[in-house]
């Protein structure tokens, strides 16, 4: 086993877990997950603080599924997640670290699939329920038994949970679950709700918190670009084409990246190559005295294997994937900018990571600008200038050893010097796309996502908007349900009169409602898909205005 194991293996985790973990190419554990795990393994009740994307699914997943007893056929653990996609991805991640644990069994609950599939299974002996809290309660309903088994309960991202409007539920929750439980809650912000929480349903919890001290970084130009995930080789490669760098590291979170980005960019005709864990402590210094001597222009590392790499090459840092926490980000990034020269740092953020990238700003107390993708003109033009400076010097001498040649060789085919040179650069070129058509078919263009949550601002513009911008779709966030009512501005209805019926009838925060939009004769509100239809059925005979709401989930096709 290599030497940087050593961080998960100290860690006391079951060694089916551990071995699970190295599976999948974990090399250490985070920061969250270096304090909350032996707090977790111990039983203790515990409040986590951090920010998205610094691994906190790993951080309760490890310690709990080492704790399970897998002879036992019935709910051990309970995860509460705010949204149904984070259910299937915390549930998708228990799977994955449970792979060498035969007999565990992994259910999620979220609204919107039958209920009946989902009982059955927890009866059946699902260990762990991974689970969004309204779909949740509607189980409690048919069966108020199926948590009288739990002795691990995780309120993963509780602060979105309550902005959603699950209070009520969390209660409802609390209650089915014998008291002896153990008890974990993770939240990026801890307000005065969830400190509330806290001290009712939590028992002596210890706090753990990834503290965000500033740092100071010079003489680094910082960018970001946002991406979907899916999408990051081709935003890689567009951007090499643009940034003039001489050495270059990119940052990935797993060996397996590694390995499969280094290969991309060699298929490209980069030298670049991976720097993992995995690989041999003299492998790992012929990589880099490549990288010091120009054999190789990119590395492709995780954060361990990188560690003490001291290159003055380097001219930029790519974080190809988002760093766990903004001190790893610094780290990353002072890879470059060394000697007093300047260094680019480029940093990709997925639309989930934004939050991650407003603390990376606070934290170094510098704005990390946005950039584009290049379009095909950027790429083309990049490429022509390349050419041009590769050609350049050559030509001063060129004419006096080749010149001869020349005029034999275009009297012999017959044909000009300017078709001779164009054969000659076709050659040079090697097929590389050189015209805005070609780039164009090459590399189709990698869309940039659209903000996702529009500002108060941009709603109320596009009430008076233009009919364009009134049937281009507005992305709905995440967890949220689009519903709609017949009361509309001939009715005399103002946004503020559906925002005040619904917060008092519904019972909602104001954070659990989203926007809200008044046209002529009907609105759109934008409300919590969990628990929708309860919601729905408590409204059923508010009145706004004096004329019934008659709220109704809207789909657009
Ligand atoms: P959070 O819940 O804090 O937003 P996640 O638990 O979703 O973060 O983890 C974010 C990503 O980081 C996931 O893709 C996960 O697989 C990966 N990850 C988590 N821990 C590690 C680790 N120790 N090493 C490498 N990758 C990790
Ligand atoms: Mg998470």
Same mark, same amino acid.
């Given at each position: 086993m290599t030497q940087v194991l050593d961080g998960f293996a100290?860690? *006391?985790?079951?060694p089916n877990i551990l071995a699970a973990v190295i599976a999948t190419g974990y090399e250490e554990p985070s920061a969250i997950q270096l304090q909350a795990i032996p707090v977790i393994l111990a039983g203790h009740d515990m409040i986590g603080q951090a920010q998205t994307g610094t691994g906190k699914t790993a951080a309760f997943a490890l310690p709990i599924l080492s704790r399970i *007893?897998?002879?036992?056929?019935? @709910?051990?653990a309970l995860i509460l997640a705010p949204t149904r996609e984070l259910a299937l991805q915390v549930a998708t991640a228990f799977e994955t670290y449970a792979?060498?644990? @035969?007999?565990l069994n992994v259910i999620a609950v979220y609204g919107g699939a039958p209920m009946g599939p989902q009982l059955k299974a927890i009866r059946n002996g699902a260990q762990v329920v991974v689970a969004t809290p309204g779909r949740l309660v509607d189980h409690l309903r048919r069966d108020?038994?199926?948590?009288?088994?739990?002795q691990h309960l995780v309120l993963d991202e509780a602060d979105e949970m309550l902005k959603l409007g699950f209070m009520d539920d969390l209660e409802v929750i609390f209650k089915a679950m014998p008291e002896t439980r153990q008890t974990v809650l993770f939240s990026a912000t801890l307000p005065h709700s969830i400190r509330t929480i806290a001290e009712k349903h939590l028992r002596d919890p210890k706090h753990v918190r990834i503290e965000t001290k500033t740092q100071t970084v010079t003489a680094i130009e910082q960018a970001h670009l946002l991406v979907h995930a899916d999408q990051k080789h081709a935003a890689v490669l567009r951007l090499l084409e643009v940034e003039e760098f001489d050495a270059l590291i990119a940052f990935v979170r797993t060996k397996q990246a590694t390995l499969d980005l280094a290969a991309v960019l060699e298929a490209r005709g980069y030298k670049a190559a991976a720097l993992n864990g995995d690989i041999a402590q003299n492998q790992r210094e012929r990589v880099i005295e490549s990288l010091k001597d120009g054999r190789l222009d990119i590395v492709v590392a995780t954060d361990v294997a990188a560690r003490g790499l001291d290159v003055p090459r380097i001219t930029h840092v790519m974080n190809v994937d988002m760093p766990y926490d903004p001190e790893s980000y610094v780290h990353r990034i002072g890879?470059?900018?060394?000697?007093?020269r300047t260094g680019r740092a480029l940093l990709l953020v997925t639309p989930r990571e934004r939050r991650m990238l407003q603390v990376i700003e606070r934290v170094t107390g510098q704005k990390v600008s946005e950039v584009r993708l290049p379009d095909g003109q950027q790429v083309l033009d990049a490429r022509i200038k390349k050419l041009t400076s590769s050609l350049a010097p050559l030509v001063a001498d060129a004419e006096a050893s080749h010149g001869e040649l020349l005029d034999r060789l275009t009297a012999e085919i017959g044909c000009s010097p300017r078709a001779l040179a164009a054969a000659l650069l076709r050659k040079a070129t090697?097929?590389?796309?050189?015209t805005l058509a070609e780039v164009e078919r090459e590399q189709p263009l990698v869309p940039t996502s659209a903000p996702r949550e529009r500002s108060e601002r941009s709603s109320e513009r596009s009430d008076r908007g233009d009919s364009r911008e009134r049937r281009a779709p507005v992305p709905l966030a995440e967890g949220r349900a689009r519903c709609r009512t017949a009361l509309g501005a001939r009715d005399g209805i103002a946004a503020k009169n559906l925002l005040g019926a619904i917060l008092n009838e519904g019972g909602?925060?104001?954070?659990?409602i989203g926007r809200i939009q008044v046209r002529e004769s009907f609105s759109l509100v934008e409300l919590p898909e969990d628990g929708l239809e309860r919601l729905l059925s408590k409204l059923k005979d508010t009145r706004v205005g004096g004329k019934p709401l008659k709220l109704r989930r809207y789909r657009e096709d």
């Open positions: 100290a860690l *006391d985790l079951h *007893d897998v002879s036992k056929r019935q @709910p051990q792979k060498q644990m @035969p007999g108020e038994k199926v948590l009288s088994t739990i890879r470059t900018g060394r000697a007093g090697n097929g590389q796309a050189l909602l925060v104001r954070e659990a």
